[in-house]
């Protein structure tokens, strides 16, 4: 496995491998793999003959910045890691080599305005432009992102045919704890006691798939129910909300034939974290 710091050494490989008639998937992430970062190695590994994976903390996706300096690092670890899981290159540059006095930033309108870019004011151009810089660089057939960051993973979709980037996205199940915690790398920073009390968050949308199961289709109701749950567990609650899968935009109802996002996000001590279902009036797509 090669680990590469440069852009120009990154170029560089990409070329050989084009040139060697190989695809390239790509799975961009902050480090501090887990299960969730795995799986997606694995689908790139099934559907791409050179898959590399970037390990980066983007600062100007950081909303606070007490996030990013407490941010888990486990470089090494990692790197043992993506080899183990068969990845056959890390790329890792250092902040100077990606950021040399950035003038230039990727926006959206819409998509990002509800759900966690209204709360994290800046995240998502943060995000978008460091993944414009990294597909420029890899050039991927195809990008794997999670359900975990559902908003994240709609709106880089729409990024790429709003830009004419030629990578498909393909957006893969949330991996899971065996209580049902959604897998993520701030997951270390919580005390056993937060821990627990997170548990909440699929509690919630069991509790909202069961509700909608029964027939329920009014988005007050389904809140209500998830926020009694999130409150009883002494969370902070950031957002709930019903959104439509395809616009990002608040629902109030469950339609005939709609598709939705369920999403939750909410404090325990100090760490934020996240969670949602794909849902349809019948149930639930994927959660
Ligand atoms: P991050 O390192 O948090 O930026 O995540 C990198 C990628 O891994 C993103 O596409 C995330 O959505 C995805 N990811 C994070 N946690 C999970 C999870 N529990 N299950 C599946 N994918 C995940």
Do not use: W
């Not at 990578?167 to 065996?178: C, D």
């Not at 897998?183 to 949308?205: G, H, P, W």
């Not at 349809?280 to 797509?285: D, Q, W």
Request: glycine share 6%.
């Amino acid at each position: 496995m090669k680990i590469i710091r440069t852009v120009r050494e990154m170029r560089e490989l990409i070329k050989a491998t084009r040139k060697a008639g190989k695809t390239t998937g790509f799975v961009p992430t902050m480090g501090a793999l887990h299960e969730g970062h795995l799986s997606l190695v694995r689908e790139s590994r099934r559907r791409c003959d050179f898959s590399v994976i970037s390990i980066f903390v983007n600062r100007i996706q950081f909303n606070d910045p007490a996030d990013f300096s407490s941010y888990p690092k486990t470089f090494e670890s990692d790197c043992n890691e993506a080899e183990a899981n068969g990845v056959d290159c890390v790329f890792a540059p250092e902040e100077s080599e990606l950021y040399k006095n950035q003038k230039t930033f990727v926006t959206m309108q819409t998509l990002p305005d509800f759900l966690c870019g209204a709360s994290r004011p800046g995240h998502f151009t943060g995000v978008f432009t460091v993944v414009s810089k990294l597909f420029n660089i890899i050039s991927p057939d195809v990008a794997f992102f999670g359900q975990k960051d559902i908003q994240q993973a709609r709106c880089i979709e729409k990024m790429c045919e709003d830009l004419d980037f030629p990578v498909s996205i393909a957006i893969m199940p949330i991996i899971r704890e065996r209580e049902g915690l959604a897998m993520s790398s701030r997951n270390v920073r919580l005390s056993s006691d937060e821990r627990e009390r997170a548990l909440v968050l699929f509690r919630s949308l069991s509790r909202v798939e069961e509700l909608l199961v029964n027939g329920e289709t009014r988005k007050e109701t389904l809140r209500s129910e998830a926020i009694n749950l999130l409150d009883g567990a002494r969370a902070r609650i950031d957002y709930v909300e019903l959104v439509h899968y395809d616009t990002l935009m608040p629902a109030d109802t469950i339609e005939k034939n709609g598709k939705y996002i369920f999403a939750l996000a909410a404090y325990f001590g100090e760490t934020r974290l996240i969670d949602n279902m794909i849902i349809t009036p019948e149930g639930c797509l994927y959660r």
